[in-house]
């Protein structure tokens, strides 16, 4: 089970921490990716880290302004978003690929957190 948190009300140019915790099966096993869903629009890879850690991956969008990590020890993934703009409103979730390398695509993640809200003030 995958339980996002962290979603919010910020300014633009603030930033905005998130995190997901997977629970019930071993977290150093799997690649972590997040997604996200703005009103109106389909969902869209943000970001993702590899299984072990090793290689993280971001849409172009967030490249530069944003950064993936992971606690094997506590369970989580996080996904620190600075600079943030409007056009980053969306409800974000975070999913799971076993051994995954970080796959851009969402059919590639087995199990999916129910989404924390992120809303970008201008």
């Known amino acids: 089970q995958l339980q996002a948190s962290g979603g919010g009300l910020v300014q633009a140019g603030g930033s905005l921490g998130l995190s997901c915790a997977l629970s019930g099966r071993p977290f150093s096993s799997y690649a972590l990716g997040w997604f996200r869903q703005a009103p109106g629009k389909e969902r869209e890879f943000v970001g993702a880290?590899?299984?072990?850690?090793?290689?993280?991956y971001y849409v172009d969008a967030v490249k530069g302004r944003s950064t993936i990590s992971r606690d094997n020890a506590k369970n989580t993934v996080y996904l620190q978003m600075n600079t943030l703009k409007p056009e980053d409103t969306a409800v974000y979730y975070c999913a799971a690929d076993l051994y995954g390398s970080g796959d851009n695509s969402a059919t590639a993640y087995e199990s999916w957190g129910q989404g924390t809200e992120v809303t970008v003030s201008s």
């Open positions: 880290i590899s299984w072990n850690g090793g290689s993280t």
